[in-house]
């Protein structure tokens, strides 16, 4: 399974981006998909998933600035940021998991198994 992200820029603050996932070598639909940032000086955070039921979940700091979609037919991943601040710079990850995951588990990086390889955002003026 391998995974693209694209997507990321620098953006000035107050608007938005949206970041691809694209997965090749397996169904959309058989594995949860995650986004993970990495800020400079920071440790990896969750920020949103979609599982392989359509359920979604956000990191709460973000709920109402962030939606995830999936397109089964492009088997890609989206991940729509809105009203970007500076301290949303980072490196974004998806990340997708073979085994079903648990509520408890989603946001935790090491339960993935696939990993892209990061696109950048940086939100600046």
């Known amino acids: 399974v391998q995974l693209q992200a694209s997507g990321g820029g620098l953006v000035q603050p107050g608007n938005s981006l949206r970041l691809s996932c694209e997965v090749a070598g397996r169904a959309l639909s058989t594995l949860d998909v995650g986004w993970f940032r990495q800020g400079p000086g920071k440790e990896r955070e969750f920020v949103a998933a979609?599982?392989?039921?359509?359920?979604?979940y956000y990191k709460d700091s973000m709920k109402g600035r962030l939606t995830v979609a999936r397109d089964n037919a492009k088997n890609t991943v989206y991940l729509q940021m809105n009203n970007l601040r500076p301290e949303d710079t980072a490196v974004y990850y998806c990340a997708a998991a073979g085994r079903g995951l648990i509520v408890s588990t989603l946001r935790n990086g090491d339960y993935y198994d696939y990993w892209g390889q990061g696109t950048q955002v940086t939100v600046s003026s």
């Open positions: 979609f599982r392989r039921n359509g359920a979604t």
